[in-house]
């Protein structure tokens, strides 16, 4: 599918819009997302999987930005969130609570009782000691909280070791065993309602394989609970689905996804319900960053820009890869590491590879940065975290202002003593 940051005569543009220009105007580094990128992604995924009109809850840990969400609340999508702070960020983008689910495993009483009172669609519950915890909040109000177990299929997402979730060794949700224990006893609790299933195994995921196995592992219980189960009514597969990272990748495509996935779903007679973060978001977004210096080195040349770990850890946490590409067409090359002002070596954007070869005061643009990039950021260094622009078509908006040095201190004391 086509991108929407394209060159036009030698000048990146972000829709149509100069990205040089939004880099003049609001500084760097700068987050500049796609709405209409957005939009199509939530409408192919949306149109793929038709036949079993999903309810699309958009993960808002890979993008959590207030116009992010709004956009994507106006399409339909509801909303998957980990945190009392992202519930709240949902309801005050416009998601309705009737759209969002809660997931997580270490939801605090207080985000208990907020999300209770918010009414949301259901809490996709983590362990038996939550279960209980959520009856008794309930209870206390006068209300049930409604519940999905979050089962673990134990199977392999075939994706990085901190970002798979689906596997026995990993912390999230129960196994089949223990679920089946876990929805006698929600069954027996006077403060919630069973409503469904939830897995989620990992991401990014490249082909509907760990998807169409783990729906075999769990089609069975899901039938049984809808047969004793009257309220028994959701089953959420969670999110994951890979983009393209790499020029040469080839993305999950929708339409596979569905293909695999839907026949294990039809028959089942459940609402069909879906957590994608990255899907949407991931292609939507860059970071534009701007050469500070160039420094050579006996073994490879070192392009530091102004955009470090703090406002996109992925290269340093996973190794994951980013392209990196000029925001003023060139063809020349060099070899090297793209690297940030933090004092880590484990400070880089890129490593060891053939690079634009920019000079001080160019731009580039890291690509694939729309999800798990500004949401990840960090003021290590005291570094402001960096602002974050939309657009659409001719038009492009600040959706939030770069943080200042004051910012940084707010909240800070120093002691009388
Ligand atoms: N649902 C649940 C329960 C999740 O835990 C996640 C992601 C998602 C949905 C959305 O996954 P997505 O469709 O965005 O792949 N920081 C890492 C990714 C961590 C994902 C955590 N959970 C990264 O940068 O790759």
């Known amino acids: 599918m086509q991108s929407h940051f394209k060159y036009y005569h030698g000048q990146l543009c972000a829709e149509d819009v100069p990205v040089a220009k939004l880099a003049d105007e609001f500084g760097t580094p700068l987050y500049i997302y796609s709405r209409s990128h957005l939009i199509r992604q939530y409408r192919a995924l949306a149109d793929a999987m038709k036949s079993v009109k999903p309810h699309i809850y958009f993960a808002i840990k890979s993008n959590s930005n207030l116009a992010v969400i709004r956009t994507l609340a106006d399409q339909g999508a509801g909303a998957d969130v980990v945190s009392g702070g992202e519930l709240y960020r949902a309801r005050k983008a416009g998601v309705p609570a009737e759209k969002i689910v809660f997931a997580g495993v270490g939801k605090s009483v207080a985000e208990i009782d907020y999300a209770l009172k918010e009414d949301i669609k259901f ?68 403060g919630v309602e069973v409503v469904g299933m939830h897995m989620h195994l990992g991401s990014p995921i490249m082909t509907p394989t760990p998807y169409t ?117 060139t063809i020349e ?37 729309g999800a798990y990039g500004f949401v990840m950021a960090s003021n290590y260094n005291s570094r402001g975290r960096a602002a974050e622009i939309m657009v659409e078509g001719d038009r492009a908006e600040l959706v939030r202002a770069r943080e200042t040095w004051d910012d940084l201190l707010r909240g800070e004391t120093i002691p009388e003593w």
């Open 123 to 190: 809490f996709t519950v983590e362990s038996e000691a939550e279960l209980h915890r959520i009856s008794e909040r309930a209870e206390a109000v006068g209300t049930k909280g409604r519940i999905a177990i979050r089962v673990n299929p134990d199977v392999d997402p075939k994706t990085h070791k901190y970002t798979s979730t689906g596997k026995a060794e990993n912390k999230f949700g129960v196994d089949l065993t223990r679920a089946e224990r876990a929805y006698e006893q929600a069954l027996r609790l006077a």
């Open 213 to 329: 196995e783990a729906l075999q592992k769990v089609r069975p219980m899901c039938e049984q609970l809808k047969k004793d189960v009257p309220t028994f009514r959701h089953l959420d597969i969670g999110g994951g689905l890979g983009i393209s990272y790499k020029a040469e990748q080839d993305p999950l495509d929708p339409r596979d996804f569905a293909s695999a996935v839907l026949p294990l779903l039809h028959d089942l007679g459940l609402e069909v319900g879906m957590e994608p973060g990255r899907f949407i978001a991931g292609n939507a977004g860059i970071l534009v960053t701007r050469v500070e210096y160039v420094k050579d080195s006996p073994s490879k040349t070192f392009i530091i820009v102004d955009a470090a770990m703090n406002d996109l850890i992925r290269p340093a946490l996973y190794e994951a890869h980013h392209e990196i590409i000029p925001v003023v067409q």
């Open 333 to 369: 090359r060099l070899f090297g590491d793209i690297v940030g002002p933090v004092c880590e070596s484990g400070d880089f954007l890129a490593a060891e590879r053939e690079l634009p070869a920019v000079e001080e005061g160019d731009l580039l643009a890291v690509l694939s940065a």
